[in-house]
C-alpha cells in the first residue's frame, strides 16, 4: 500500500470556519477541500471550529487535519500547538513558522535579517505615544493595517495625517498592534511555493486599483495575468525570492508570498501560509498554471501533513 493510500484511509479533518474575522473565507476554503478530499476517496469529515475544537477533534475520531483556517485562532500557530498537544498530522506550517508569518512586523524583520527587501515600516502599539509616532510618518501615502489580520480586514492607505490617525483608530480595533508601511506604487504579483518549490507567478489588477477584500473575493473584480508578464531575471529573482522568504519563515507546504514591483525594484509584503482554496482563490490559479488539478493539489498539501514542524 502507498503512502498516499494509507493517507486516503486515515480520519482527516478538515478544520474550516473558525474564531477569526475571515470565517466566510475559511467556510469556502473548507467546503472546497473536503468536496476534493471526498472525490480522491479520502476518509474526511468537516470540523467548524469553536472554543471546544479537543472535544470537536476526538469527536470527529480525527487522525490527521487538514487546515482550512484564515486569520486568528488558525494560522498563527494556536491550532497548530493544540494538535502538536493531540498528536494530531496536520498540513501547511508549523507552530514557530505560522506565529511569525502571521504577525507581519515580526515577518518583516526577519526578511530584513535575511536581506529579503519589503517596504519600510513603523510599529505602534497601543498606548504607545501617538504624537512621537506621527512626527516621524512625514512621507505619504502609507499603508496602516493591524499587525495580525489578513484578507486586508482593517487596511487604510493613508494620503495625510488625519487619514494615517483613521486609519490607526481602525486597525486598532482589530489589533493592538498595528504595522505602518510606505505606500509602493506599482505592480502587485504573488508567488505560491508548494513543498519547496515555487509555482508560475500572478499579476494581480484589481478593477478598483486598489486590491482590498472586495476585489480578493467579489468574482468579476479582479483580473489575473498568468504566468505574469514580466522580464525573464525578474521572474527568476520574485520566485527565488520567494522559496527564500519561505524558508527564512521555515513554512511547509503550500505559502503564498506577496510582492509589489516599482520598475526593476521589488518589495516583499508578506508571507501567508494557509493560502485561499476558494473559486478566486490564487494557489489553485497558479497551480493550475503548472499542470495541477486542484484535486491534485489538495493531496499534495496533505502529502506532507506531520508533527513537529
Do not use: W
Not at 14 to 38: D, H, W, Y
Not at 105 to 125: C, D, E, W
Not at 265 to 272: A, K, S
Not at 295 to 300: G, R, S, T, Y
Request: charged share 25%.
Amino acid at each position: 500500500m502507498s503512502n498516499r493510500d494509507v493517507l486516503k484511509q486515515k480520519r482527516t479533518a478538515v478544520l474550516m470556519g473558525g474564531l477569526s474575522a475571515e470565517r466566510e473565507i475559511s467556510l469556502k476554503t473548507g467546503n472546497a477541500v473536503l468536496k476534493a478530499l471526498l472525490e480522491n476517496g479520502c476518509n474526511a469529515v468537516a470540523v467548524d471550529v469553536g472554543h471546544d475544537l479537543p472535544l470537536q477533534l476526538r469527536d470527529a475520531q480525527a487522525e490527521q487535519a487538514f487546515i482550512c483556517l484564515h486569520g486568528r485562532f488558525g494560522e498563527d500557530g494556536t491550532v497548530q500547538g493544540l494538535l502538536e498537544m493531540m498528536l494530531i498530522p496536520y498540513t501547511g506550517s508549523g507552530v514557530m513558522s505560522s506565529s511569525m508569518a502571521m504577525d507581519k512586523v515580526v515577518s518583516k524583520q526577519i526578511m530584513l535579517y535575511h536581506n529579503i527587501p519589503t517596504p519600510g515600516f513603523f510599529a505602534y502599539r497601543a498606548g504607545e505615544d501617538r504624537a512621537a509616532l506621527l512626527k516621524h510618518c512625514r512621507r505619504f501615502p502609507l499603508v496602516v493595517k493591524p499587525a495580525r489580520e489578513g484578507s486586508t480586514i482593517g487596511i487604510t492607505v493613508a494620503d495625510d495625517r488625519c487619514r494615517l490617525e483613521e486609519g490607526l483608530d481602525l486597525a486598532l480595533e482589530l489589533d493592538d498592534l498595528v504595522l505602518i508601511e510606505d505606500f509602493i506604487k506599482g505592480d502587485e504579483v504573488t508567488v505560491s511555493v508548494l513543498n519547496g518549490e515555487a509555482l508560475p507567478i500572478i499579476k494581480i489588477v484589481p478593477k478598483s486599483g486598489f486590491y482590498d477584500y472586495r476585489s480578493k473575493y467579489t468574482p468579476g473584480q479582479t483580473e489575473y495575468i498568468l504566468p505574469a508578464p514580466l522580464d525573464a531575471v525578474l521572474y527568476t529573482r520574485l520566485q527565488d525570492t520567494s522559496v527564500a522568504a519561505c524558508r527564512a519563515l521555515s513554512c511547509s507546504g503550500a505559502a503564498r508570498v506577496d510582492f509589489m514591483i516599482r520598475k526593476k525594484e521589488f518589495f516583499c509584503l508578506e508571507v501567508n501560509t494557509i493560502p485561499g482554496m476558494t473559486e478566486t482563490s490564487l494557489l489553485p490559479k497558479a497551480a493550475a498554471e503548472a499542470g495541477l488539478s486542484f484535486n491534485e493539489l489538495v493531496m499534495q498539501i496533505l502529502d506532507d501533513a506531520g508533527l513537529n514542524k
